[in-house]
């Protein structure tokens, strides 16, 4: 009997212990319990894969997906994945992460899921695969305020917390706003936030980020004001008629793609429609990668790149 009530309580203090090493986030308007760390995960598009490998988790992943398809991964993206494999060069289909095996998919609305699609949190979750949503791309599913670059904070934050490397992820974040703050507080600061138009593609009507897409988070953490941050949307195409009538004093070009952002701001720089903008009389445009305009760690980067663009005359 002594002998088995100590089984017994042995059972019930590893239980405890099982208990209370799981571990619940917020993924938009879910919440997601993991009762250990992911060991198969894969993750979509080149700045999600990114974030988990600045937590050093490429030994937890089989793989990633939505690269090589849309853009090119810079030389190093192409290291930090070399021992990965592509699964899938756009989205990834649904049997695709099953035959993966894999028990963890990153990814967000429009970077590798689509609403109603084949591939979501629930579709996934028959097949023991859980999912954790980009931050930025909730809006897709619910009601969220502006982006901001907590947005991208929150999603470090929670990969730590789902892979049990929340120091490291800690350490990010406080080392990325100390960066940020150190950097523009060293610059000179414009008497008004200069007035700025993203220019993602698109010649008959531009595609560019409208209150809900991270480039309106980083122009305004670099002193500027997004002409379209009242544009209820992420990303989507708007009217040049509505670019000239709030004239933009400096355009981001965001670079990916087949035509160039050399070849974007030569459309611009020679479309008599554009002539009058400030920013096109002052030839004041700003390149900004796929990577550093989207959800990532190279938005430390982007928002010293704009920062800086934004303070010279």
Request: hydrophobic share 40%; with cysteine; charged share 25%.
């Amino acid at each position: 009997m002594k002998r088995l009530m100590i089984g017994m309580i042995s059972s019930l203090v590893v239980c405890a212990d099982l208990a209370m090493a799981a571990t619940t986030v917020n993924s938009c308007n879910r919440t997601v319990t993991f009762e250990e760390p992911p060991k198969r995960a894969i993750s979509n598009d080149v700045n999600l894969t990114e974030m988990m490998l600045v937590l050093g988790l490429a030994d937890r992943m089989v793989g990633y997906t939505g690269i090589s398809g849309w853009k090119t991964l810079d030389e190093k993206m192409r290291a930090g994945v070399k021992a990965l494999p592509e699964l899938s060069a756009k989205y990834p289909t649904k049997e695709v992460l099953i035959g993966a095996d894999a028990d963890f998919f990153f990814a967000g609305w429009n970077y590798g899921m689509k609403v109603g699609g084949e591939v979501t949190p629930e579709t996934l979750a028959p097949f023991d695969i859980k999912v954790y949503e980009l931050t930025e791309s909730c809006t897709h599913i619910m009601e969220k305020g502006k982006a901001t670059i907590d947005d991208m904070y929150a999603d470090i934050t929670n990969l730590g917390a789902i892979f049990d490397v929340e120091e490291k992820a800690a350490e990010l974040v406080k080392g990325y706003k100390s960066e940020i703050a150190s950097f523009t507080d060293s610059l000179e600061k414009a008497d008004k936030p200069p007035r700025v138009f993203v220019y993602d593609s698109g010649e008959d009507a531009p595609f560019t980020a409208g209150r809900y897409g991270m480039p309106t988070a980083l122009i305004e953490a670099a002193g500027g004001r997004n002409i379209m941050q009242d544009f209820d949307k992420s990303w989507a195409t708007v009217t040049w008629e509505e670019v000239v009538e709030r004239n933009p004093e400096i355009i981001v070009i965001v670079n990916y793609g087949k035509v160039t952002a050399e070849q974007k701001r030569k459309y611009m720089m020679s479309n008599p429609a554009f002539a009058e903008l400030d920013a096109v009389k002052n030839d004041r445009f700003v390149t900004l990668e796929y990577v550093e305009a989207t959800p990532g760690p190279r938005n430390i980067q982007a928002i010293k790149t704009l920062a800086k663009a934004f303070s010279s005359k």
